[in-house]
Protein backbone atom coordinates (compact mmCIF):
# COMPACT_ATOMS: atom_id res chain seq x y z
CA UNK A 1 0.00 0.00 0.00
CA UNK A 2 1.57 3.40 -0.68
CA UNK A 3 1.89 5.56 2.40
CA UNK A 4 0.29 9.16 1.10
CA UNK A 5 -2.12 9.97 -1.13
CA UNK A 6 -1.74 13.87 -2.27
CA UNK A 7 -4.85 15.35 -3.57
CA UNK A 8 -4.98 17.93 -5.56
CA UNK A 9 -7.86 19.72 -6.85
CA UNK A 10 -7.45 22.39 -9.81
CA UNK A 11 -9.35 24.23 -12.16
CA UNK A 12 -7.70 26.55 -14.90
CA UNK A 13 -4.45 27.49 -12.83
CA UNK A 14 -1.59 25.84 -15.12
CA UNK A 15 1.58 27.88 -13.66
CA UNK A 16 0.84 27.59 -9.81
CA UNK A 17 -0.06 23.94 -10.61
CA UNK A 18 3.00 23.06 -11.64
CA UNK A 19 4.77 24.58 -8.89
CA UNK A 20 2.78 22.90 -6.72
CA UNK A 21 3.23 19.31 -8.63
CA UNK A 22 7.14 20.27 -8.52
CA UNK A 23 6.81 20.79 -4.86
CA UNK A 24 5.17 17.45 -4.30
CA UNK A 25 8.45 15.33 -6.66
CA UNK A 26 10.53 17.33 -4.26
CA UNK A 27 9.27 15.51 -1.04
CA UNK A 28 11.87 13.51 1.13
CA UNK A 29 9.37 11.51 1.38
CA UNK A 30 9.11 9.10 -2.31
CA UNK A 31 6.19 7.12 -0.65
CA UNK A 32 3.57 9.03 -1.94
CA UNK A 33 1.28 9.22 -4.70
CA UNK A 34 -0.52 11.93 -6.19
CA UNK A 35 -3.98 12.42 -7.42
CA UNK A 36 -5.10 15.59 -9.29
CA UNK A 37 -8.60 16.60 -10.22
CA UNK A 38 -8.84 18.59 -12.85
CA UNK A 39 -12.55 20.27 -12.76
CA UNK A 40 -12.70 20.66 -16.25
CA UNK A 41 -10.23 23.07 -16.79
CA UNK A 42 -9.11 24.68 -20.54
CA UNK A 43 -7.12 22.82 -22.97
CA UNK A 44 -3.77 24.42 -21.63
CA UNK A 45 -4.15 23.12 -18.25
CA UNK A 46 -5.05 19.46 -20.19
CA UNK A 47 -1.79 19.92 -22.04
CA UNK A 48 0.26 20.88 -19.40
CA UNK A 49 -1.39 17.43 -17.34
CA UNK A 50 -0.51 15.17 -20.37
CA UNK A 51 3.29 15.81 -20.15
CA UNK A 52 3.25 14.55 -16.59
CA UNK A 53 5.32 11.13 -16.88
CA UNK A 54 5.90 10.48 -13.28
CA UNK A 55 3.79 6.87 -12.58
CA UNK A 56 3.14 7.69 -9.15
CA UNK A 57 0.62 10.61 -10.66
CA UNK A 58 -2.92 9.76 -11.76
CA UNK A 59 -4.55 12.52 -13.40
CA UNK A 60 -9.05 12.51 -13.20
CA UNK A 61 -10.34 14.25 -15.54
CA UNK A 62 -13.88 15.63 -14.46
CA UNK A 63 -16.97 17.91 -16.12
CA UNK A 64 -16.54 21.53 -14.64
CA UNK A 65 -18.69 21.72 -10.93
CA UNK A 66 -17.03 24.88 -9.57
CA UNK A 67 -17.42 22.81 -5.91
CA UNK A 68 -14.25 22.21 -4.27
CA UNK A 69 -16.06 19.21 -2.04
CA UNK A 70 -17.00 17.33 -5.03
CA UNK A 71 -13.61 17.50 -6.57
CA UNK A 72 -11.71 16.18 -3.35
CA UNK A 73 -13.76 13.68 -2.66
CA UNK A 74 -13.56 12.52 -6.26
CA UNK A 75 -9.53 12.44 -5.91
CA UNK A 76 -10.07 10.70 -2.45
CA UNK A 77 -12.33 7.72 -3.55
CA UNK A 78 -9.24 7.10 -6.15
CA UNK A 79 -6.34 7.54 -3.76
CA UNK A 80 -4.84 4.03 -2.16
CA UNK A 81 -2.80 5.71 0.67
CA UNK A 82 -2.66 5.15 4.45
CA UNK A 83 -2.70 8.59 4.93
CA UNK A 84 -4.15 11.76 2.85
CA UNK A 85 -2.42 14.80 2.52
CA UNK A 86 -4.38 17.98 0.93
CA UNK A 87 -2.52 20.33 -1.55
CA UNK A 88 -4.42 23.28 -3.02
CA UNK A 89 -3.15 23.90 -6.86
CA UNK A 90 -2.27 27.70 -5.93
CA UNK A 91 0.09 26.48 -2.77
CA UNK A 92 3.56 25.12 -2.35
CA UNK A 93 5.11 22.53 0.35
CA UNK A 94 8.70 22.69 1.46
CA UNK A 95 10.85 19.76 1.03
CA UNK A 96 10.43 17.72 4.30
CA UNK A 97 6.57 18.59 4.71
CA UNK A 98 5.51 14.92 4.08
CA UNK A 99 8.47 13.13 6.50
CA UNK A 100 8.05 15.63 9.30
CA UNK A 101 4.00 15.77 9.70
CA UNK A 102 4.39 11.32 9.39
CA UNK A 103 7.02 11.80 12.12
CA UNK A 104 5.04 14.05 14.25
CA UNK A 105 1.64 11.69 13.92
CA UNK A 106 3.95 8.77 14.47
CA UNK A 107 5.28 10.29 17.75
CA UNK A 108 1.75 11.67 18.91
CA UNK A 109 -0.60 8.44 19.91
CA UNK A 110 -4.29 8.60 19.55
CA UNK A 111 -4.03 11.82 16.91
CA UNK A 112 -5.16 10.48 13.63
CA UNK A 113 -4.78 13.76 12.06
CA UNK A 114 -2.16 16.56 11.95
CA UNK A 115 -1.46 20.23 10.31
CA UNK A 116 1.25 22.12 10.08
CA UNK A 117 2.45 25.99 10.77
CA UNK A 118 2.02 28.21 7.26
CA UNK A 119 3.15 31.41 5.37
CA UNK A 120 2.12 33.30 2.96
CA UNK A 121 3.49 33.99 -0.49
CA UNK A 122 2.36 36.56 -3.28
CA UNK A 123 1.96 34.95 -6.98
CA UNK A 124 5.40 35.16 -7.52
CA UNK A 125 6.17 32.94 -4.67
CA UNK A 126 7.89 35.56 -2.37
CA UNK A 127 7.35 35.67 1.41
CA UNK A 128 4.88 37.90 2.66
CA UNK A 129 2.83 39.46 5.46
CA UNK A 130 -0.77 39.91 5.42
CA UNK A 131 -2.10 42.83 7.60
CA UNK A 132 -4.53 42.26 10.02
CA UNK A 133 -3.47 38.82 10.23
CA UNK A 134 -4.80 36.71 13.18
CA UNK A 135 -1.73 35.20 15.06
CA UNK A 136 -1.11 31.77 14.46
CA UNK A 137 -1.01 29.31 17.51
CA UNK A 138 0.11 25.63 17.66
CA UNK A 139 -2.80 24.21 18.88
CA UNK A 140 -3.51 20.00 19.47
CA UNK A 141 -5.42 17.72 21.22
CA UNK A 142 -8.82 18.40 20.95
CA UNK A 143 -9.73 21.51 19.19
CA UNK A 144 -12.87 21.60 18.03
CA UNK A 145 -13.90 24.72 20.07
CA UNK A 146 -11.26 26.40 18.38
CA UNK A 147 -12.18 25.35 15.24
CA UNK A 148 -15.36 26.84 16.13
CA UNK A 149 -14.09 30.30 17.03
CA UNK A 150 -11.49 30.59 14.56
CA UNK A 151 -8.58 30.50 17.23
CA UNK A 152 -6.92 26.89 15.28
CA UNK A 153 -5.94 28.75 11.69
CA UNK A 154 -5.60 25.50 9.77
CA UNK A 155 -5.34 25.35 5.92
CA UNK A 156 -6.25 23.33 3.76
CA UNK A 157 -2.66 22.28 2.23
CA UNK A 158 -1.03 21.74 5.80
CA UNK A 159 -3.37 18.70 6.87
CA UNK A 160 -2.93 15.46 6.92
CA UNK A 161 -5.06 12.60 8.22
CA UNK A 162 -5.61 8.93 8.08
CA UNK A 163 -7.84 7.82 4.88
CA UNK A 164 -9.66 5.36 7.41
CA UNK A 165 -10.50 8.70 9.62
CA UNK A 166 -11.59 10.69 6.52
CA UNK A 167 -13.69 8.02 5.12
CA UNK A 168 -15.53 7.68 8.81
CA UNK A 169 -16.95 10.99 8.67
CA UNK A 170 -17.69 11.08 5.06
CA UNK A 171 -15.32 12.92 3.75
CA UNK A 172 -16.18 16.46 2.41
CA UNK A 173 -19.75 17.53 2.69
CA UNK A 174 -20.60 18.66 -0.79
CA UNK A 175 -23.58 20.72 -0.30
CA UNK A 176 -21.26 22.70 1.49
CA UNK A 177 -19.86 25.21 -1.22
CA UNK A 178 -17.68 27.60 1.13
CA UNK A 179 -16.19 26.58 4.48
CA UNK A 180 -16.25 23.16 3.34
CA UNK A 181 -12.44 22.75 4.71
CA UNK A 182 -13.56 23.57 7.89
CA UNK A 183 -16.50 21.67 7.84
CA UNK A 184 -14.42 18.93 7.35
CA UNK A 185 -12.13 19.55 9.96
CA UNK A 186 -14.43 20.46 12.93
CA UNK A 187 -15.56 16.60 12.13
CA UNK A 188 -12.38 15.21 12.65
CA UNK A 189 -11.58 16.84 15.43
CA UNK A 190 -14.77 15.46 16.69
CA UNK A 191 -13.74 11.98 16.03
CA UNK A 192 -9.95 12.00 16.67
CA UNK A 193 -7.61 14.22 18.68
CA UNK A 194 -4.56 16.54 16.31
CA UNK A 195 -0.95 16.78 16.38
CA UNK A 196 0.87 20.09 15.19
CA UNK A 197 4.07 20.44 13.34
CA UNK A 198 5.20 24.01 14.48
CA UNK A 199 6.87 25.14 11.67
CA UNK A 200 6.54 26.89 8.46
CA UNK A 201 6.57 23.60 5.68
CA UNK A 202 3.32 25.40 3.58
CA UNK A 203 3.40 28.48 1.61
CA UNK A 204 -0.06 29.65 0.84
CA UNK A 205 -0.62 32.01 -1.93
CA UNK A 206 -2.45 34.99 -1.18
CA UNK A 207 -4.92 35.49 -4.37
CA UNK A 208 -7.87 36.31 -3.63
CA UNK A 209 -9.24 38.19 -6.65
CA UNK A 210 -9.43 34.75 -8.88
CA UNK A 211 -10.62 32.17 -5.90
CA UNK A 212 -13.81 30.65 -5.37
CA UNK A 213 -14.05 33.20 -2.14
CA UNK A 214 -14.33 36.09 -4.13
CA UNK A 215 -18.33 35.64 -4.06
CA UNK A 216 -19.10 37.00 -0.28
CA UNK A 217 -22.44 36.41 -0.16
CA UNK A 218 -22.33 32.82 -1.44
CA UNK A 219 -19.02 32.31 1.01
CA UNK A 220 -21.19 33.82 4.11
CA UNK A 221 -24.07 32.01 2.97
CA UNK A 222 -21.71 28.92 3.28
CA UNK A 223 -20.47 29.97 6.67
CA UNK A 224 -24.11 30.11 8.14
CA UNK A 225 -25.34 26.73 6.94
CA UNK A 226 -21.63 25.17 8.65
CA UNK A 227 -23.14 26.92 11.82
CA UNK A 228 -26.48 25.92 11.38
CA UNK A 229 -25.64 22.14 10.76
CA UNK A 230 -22.90 22.15 14.29
CA UNK A 231 -25.65 23.41 16.38
CA UNK A 232 -28.05 20.32 15.79
CA UNK A 233 -25.11 18.00 15.67
CA UNK A 234 -22.47 18.89 18.15
CA UNK A 235 -22.69 16.77 21.06
CA UNK A 236 -22.80 19.07 23.60
CA UNK A 237 -24.63 21.85 24.70
CA UNK A 238 -22.41 24.17 25.50
CA UNK A 239 -20.72 23.94 21.49
CA UNK A 240 -23.81 24.52 20.15
CA UNK A 241 -24.78 27.29 21.87
CA UNK A 242 -21.26 28.52 20.62
CA UNK A 243 -22.13 27.68 16.94
CA UNK A 244 -25.48 29.16 17.32
CA UNK A 245 -24.05 32.40 18.52
CA UNK A 246 -21.58 32.21 15.63
CA UNK A 247 -24.03 31.80 13.35
CA UNK A 248 -26.40 34.88 14.56
CA UNK A 249 -23.24 36.95 14.00
CA UNK A 250 -22.73 35.53 10.63
CA UNK A 251 -26.23 36.11 9.59
CA UNK A 252 -25.68 39.74 10.23
CA UNK A 253 -23.26 40.04 7.99
CA UNK A 254 -24.77 38.41 5.47
CA UNK A 255 -28.11 40.29 5.87
CA UNK A 256 -25.98 43.55 5.32
CA UNK A 257 -24.24 42.21 2.51
CA UNK A 258 -27.85 40.99 0.96
CA UNK A 259 -29.29 44.81 2.21
CA UNK A 260 -26.47 46.31 0.09
CA UNK A 261 -27.02 44.02 -2.72
CA UNK A 262 -30.34 45.46 -2.72
CA UNK A 263 -32.23 41.93 -2.15
CA UNK A 264 -34.54 42.79 0.66
CA UNK A 265 -36.21 39.53 0.97
CA UNK A 266 -32.52 37.30 1.37
CA UNK A 267 -31.56 40.20 3.41
CA UNK A 268 -34.61 39.59 6.10
CA UNK A 269 -34.17 35.97 5.39
CA UNK A 270 -30.60 35.93 6.80
CA UNK A 271 -31.72 38.13 10.02
CA UNK A 272 -34.70 35.37 11.13
CA UNK A 273 -31.95 32.37 10.81
CA UNK A 274 -29.92 34.11 13.01
CA UNK A 275 -32.43 34.66 15.53
CA UNK A 276 -33.28 31.28 15.50
CA UNK A 277 -32.61 28.54 18.75
CA UNK A 278 -31.58 30.56 21.73
CA UNK A 279 -31.51 33.85 23.40
CA UNK A 280 -29.55 36.61 22.02
CA UNK A 281 -27.47 39.59 23.67
CA UNK A 282 -29.56 43.23 23.76
CA UNK A 283 -26.14 44.30 21.43
CA UNK A 284 -27.14 41.70 19.01
CA UNK A 285 -30.86 42.94 18.85
CA UNK A 286 -29.77 46.26 18.14
CA UNK A 287 -27.62 45.39 15.39
CA UNK A 288 -30.34 43.31 14.07
CA UNK A 289 -32.91 46.54 13.93
CA UNK A 290 -30.37 48.73 12.63
CA UNK A 291 -29.87 46.37 9.54
CA UNK A 292 -33.61 45.63 9.49
CA UNK A 293 -34.14 49.46 8.75
CA UNK A 294 -30.64 49.73 6.55
CA UNK A 295 -32.05 47.20 4.12
CA UNK A 296 -35.87 48.45 4.87
CA UNK A 297 -34.52 52.02 3.10
CA UNK A 298 -32.43 50.71 0.79
CA UNK A 299 -34.33 50.09 -2.69
CA UNK A 300 -34.68 46.34 -3.84
CA UNK A 301 -33.71 45.16 -6.91
Not at 89 to 109: C, F, G, H, I, V
Not at 125 to 141: F, H, K, M, T
Not at 193 to 216: G, K, M, P
Not at 247 to 254: I, N
Request: aromatic share 8%; charged share 25%; glycine share 6%.
Amino acid sequence: MTLVSVILPTYNRTAYMTAAIDSVLKQSCADWELVIADDGSAEETATCLNALRDRRITVLRLPHSGNPAKVRNAAIRRAQGEYLAFLDSDDLWAPNKLEMQLATMRASPGCRWSYTATADIDATGRLVEIAGQAIWRPLSGNIVEALITFRALLSTSSVMAERSLVEEVGGFDEQQLFGEDYDLFIRLALRSDVAVVDQRVIFTRNLQRDSYSTDRIGAYEGWVRLYDNLTRSLPDERLRALAAHRRAETSLVLARLYADAGQGTAAYRALARGARRGPRPADWWWRALKTFVRTSIRPSI
